[in-house]
């Protein structure tokens, strides 16, 4: 069993900047294929950023391109979301999802293909 906790979120005012990190209880990341969705109030869960376990491959929504940026730190065993111009836009509740994965360069961008999942944490961004 993977448990995840999310760290970082708080209210930032637009044009600002928050780092969210994901750890895990008692594993590693390696094997683990990692991303970071939101949910907006009244809106579905979104796919916002994948990493696979080896960090060499991501991939990012459009919304966000350019903005965000996910990264893993193997030192603290960690998943990490930099996010930075914030829009009013970006409020959400940010979770992070983990998937064991047998391809290092595997990555996923839809929820279904994630088994693991954190508790979340919002983020606000202030107009």
């Known amino acids: 069993q993977v448990q995840l906790v999310e760290s970082g979120g708080g209210l930032v005012q637009a044009g600002g900047s928050l780092r969210l990190s994901c750890a895990t209880s008692?594993?590693?990341?390696?094997?683990?294929?990692t991303g970071w969705f939101r949910r907006a109030p009244g809106k579905e869960r979104e796919f916002v950023a994948a990493?696979?376990?080896?960090?060499?491959?991501?991939d990012y929504a459009d919304s966000v391109k350019g903005r965000f940026t996910i990264s893993r730190d193997s030192a603290k065993n960690t998943v990490n979301l930099q996010m930075n111009s914030l829009k009013s836009e970006d409020t959400a509740v940010y979770y992070c999802?983990?998937?064991?994965?047998?391809?290092?360069?595997?990555?996923?961008?839809?929820?279904?293909?994630?088994?693991?999942w954190g508790q979340g944490t919002q983020v606000t961004v202030s107009s």
């Open positions: 999802a983990a998937v064991l994965t047998y391809y290092s360069g595997s990555y996923y961008n839809t929820d279904h293909d994630y088994d693991y």
């Open positions: 008692g594993r590693t990341f390696n094997s683990y294929a």
């Open positions: 990493i696979s376990w080896s960090g060499g491959n991501t």
